[in-house]
């Protein structure tokens, strides 16, 4: 069984829903406290094994690029003031032996074309995807961490899932689950956001999957889906159909929908309650604030 060394990461989207602060950033290099949105996920992606980051990009996302290369100009700023501490985080946010690859989506056909633009990089390999709109706390090991040992285990994709309100069936694909274990289904069959009336279950994929190399073929053949674009939710389909398994995971953890603006703000105030040195401020302010604005 080969092991999971590479994730790709599709993040030519246009984030049209964060304008105009999108207009000139990309959306994954909005910060959550102090780290981007795209820095979180490859942390993740770091801490599950990684060693080889597929950035799926677009004209406008060049940040993406520079933020995670050397800048040499602001390291002999930060080393000529004395400051070592911020000179490792800036120096080490992808570690030595971890390389980064960026391939441009030549146009928005989705999120099944976008993996498919990956192909040249993972080659005849296992992969893992990780959408940064979806940031996951996993407490004590990461979402991709967990679905890794469970690909480890079975040799099958691996769908990260949770529980949704029905009358959010139509913003999700949402899968047709059989029960294997605690947490853990066989992928019966799949469908991208169906009415709540036509919806398998409740259970919707979010943004993390570990794929077998399969998933190409499929990606290259399926037509056009929901939209107008290439859909993976239907390469994943016509996978089982093909007798390729492929599991679901209810993984532990905490999802934030960093895509929507109040799923943004939600994990900017938790990761800020989290953080080492604004944590106690922060608590005493929104202590302050909760009993100014709402008992008066």
């Known amino acids: 069984m080969q092991k999971i060394r590479k994730?790709?990461?599709?993040?030519?989207?246009?984030?049209?829903?964060?304008?105009?602060?999108?207009?000139?950033?990309?959306?994954?290099?909005?910060?959550?406290?102090?780290?981007?949105?795209?820095?979180?996920?490859?942390?993740?992606a770091l801490e599950a094994g990684i060693e080889q980051?597929?950035?799926?990009?677009?004209?406008?996302k060049r940040a993406i690029e520079d933020h995670f290369?050397?800048?040499?100009?602001?390291?002999?700023?930060?080393?000529?003031?004395?400051?070592?501490?911020?000179l490792d985080m800036i120096r080490f946010l992808v570690p030595d032996g971890v390389s980064c690859i960026y391939i441009r989506q030549p146009e928005a056909l989705g999120l099944g074309h976008a993996v498919l633009c990956a192909k040249p990089a993972v080659g005849n390999e296992p992969f893992a995807v990780i959408l940064a709109d979806d940031l996951i706390d996993g407490g004590e090991q990461s979402c991709l961490g967990q679905m890794v040992d469970l690909y480890d285990k079975h040799g099958a994709g691996v769908l990260a899932?949770?529980?949704?309100?029905?009358?959010?069936?139509?913003?999700?694909?949402?899968?047709?689950?059989?029960?294997?274990?605690?947490?853990?289904?066989e992928l019966?069959?799949?469908?991208?956001?169906?009415?709540p009336d036509k919806a398998p279950s409740?259970?919707?994929?979010?943004?993390?999957?570990?794929?077998?190399?399969?998933?190409?073929?499929?990606?290259?053949?399926?037509?056009?889906?929901?939209?107008?674009?290439?859909?993976?939710?239907?390469?994943?389909?016509?996978?089982?159909?093909h007798k390729s398994q492929v599991l679901t995971y209810e993984f532990s953890g905490k999802r934030f929908d960093c895509g929507s603006k109040?799923?943004?703000?939600?994990?900017?105030?938790?990761?800020?309650?989290?953080?080492?040195?604004?944590?106690?401020a922060f608590r005493t302010y929104l202590h302050a604030l909760c009993v100014d604005r709402f008992t008066k």
């Open 53 to 60: 980051m597929i950035f799926i990009t677009s004209s406008s």
């Open 7 to 44: 994730a790709v990461f599709p993040v030519a989207g246009l984030g049209t829903r964060f304008l105009p602060a999108t207009k000139a950033s990309p959306k994954e290099m909005l910060p959550v406290v102090d780290k981007p949105l795209i820095q979180y996920a490859v942390e993740e």
């Open 69 to 86: 290369d050397r800048n040499s100009e602001l390291e002999n700023e930060l080393r000529a003031r004395g400051k070592f501490e911020l």
């Open 262 to 280: 109040l799923g943004y703000l939600k994990a900017t105030t938790e990761f800020a309650l989290q953080h080492p040195n604004l944590r106690e």
């Open 161 to 185: 899932v949770e529980r949704i309100d029905r009358a959010e069936t139509g913003k999700y694909g949402i899968v047709e689950p059989k029960a294997m274990y605690e947490r853990v289904s």
């Open 202 to 241: 409740d259970l919707a994929v979010v943004g993390r999957y570990i794929l077998n190399p399969d998933i190409f073929d499929h990606l290259q053949t399926i037509p056009k889906g929901a939209g107008g674009e290439i859909q993976l939710t239907d390469a994943i389909a016509a996978q089982i159909e």
């Open 188 to 195: 019966a069959g799949i469908i991208e956001k169906p009415s």
